[in-house]
């Protein structure tokens, strides 16, 4: 029989998983072992191949600019508003509609295929300036080489209409921008009142993982929790850590004036190998004697990272013993951000959130 994710989960439950320590990125058995259960959720729905609802996905869109549109690392929406003026040769009057178009896309976990959505919300303001309208977002993506156009469809009147096509990159290391245009057409006249750039798109194979696609234009965030018994021990470290040391090192806070200088991933073996010993050589100048029975050293910033024991002064570090099991479990949540979640490449920036 085969086990769900939560099951797998389950049977997993006494194994902890270091991440980094033999692989670059770790095995689904050794992700899936140490997920929070909103996070198995949504490895659940990705099996199934769900997506979340345009409600959830562009709840937060507002009018902006491309490059402030709501999202994270696999979704994004955005946004625009436009007033829609058509004359109707059969009254000899103006018409018009208020259009609002969505943008949107959620990445698949893996994969380089993924389905691009557009929604237009038509609301009549004066006359019926929807009726008989012929709607057709047009779609351009660079270095799409599996690409289809939306469906144009005439509407009888105000609605919202919902568009989607399939896209899929051809390399499993490169990059691609999708710009969308909003032609409508009406006694013969066409206008193009909307036009939207998407995020960048970034597609690639991190070391023994598949290859997938993310928006890398926004910042990769792993989060911790101070009440979560599986970490709890680790966050409180990091908490202080980000806290004392200089620059507050990858402290997340969405106000970029507040924000501590970034972390680094490094995916180099021995890099991280002597990251980890120049640590546990501090936690035994720093705290003399045998640590108690299951302990294990904590290092801040990660040994995964440039800014790690070997790498930096050791008044750049913070150091101290706690929870064998918690300590490796972050390592291994760690591992599933880097090569699940937010797909962060060698030399990426990202940062820490630590919630209560």
Known sequence: MKLTPLALAATLCAFTAHAQEDDDCPSDAQMIATMSFAELDRYEADMREEEPPFEELCKDATDKDEEDATGSRRHYCVKRTARYVSYNTDIGAEEYSDITMYDYAYLPRTGTTWTHRVR??????????????????????????????????????PGAYDFAVTLRMDTEDGRTSQN???ILTRFNVAQTPIEMSA???????????????????????VELSLSDPDVNESAAHILAAQAALPSNIGRWDPDAALRGKALTRVRSKDVRTANRKSSKLLCEQRYPGQPDKGKD??????????????????DQMSVRYLDASDNRRVGGRMGQFYCGSDRIVDGEEFWVRIIP
């Open 199 to 221: 995020p960048e798109l970034r597609c690639e194979r991190l070391a023994n993982s598949k290859p997938g696609c993310r928006h890398s234009g926004y910042p990769g965030v």
């Open 297 to 314: 050293c904590d290092e801040y910033p990660f040994a995964s990272t440039h800014q790690g024991a070997s790498l930096v002064p050791e």
């Open 120 to 157: 237009v919300d038509i609301q009549d303001v004066l006359g019926e300036a929807s009726k008989g309208l012929t709607v057709a977002p047009f779609l351009y993506c660079g270095s799409c080489t599996d690409k289809q156009q939306f469906q144009m469809i005439t509407i009888g009147g």
């Open 180 to 182: 969308t245009q909003l």
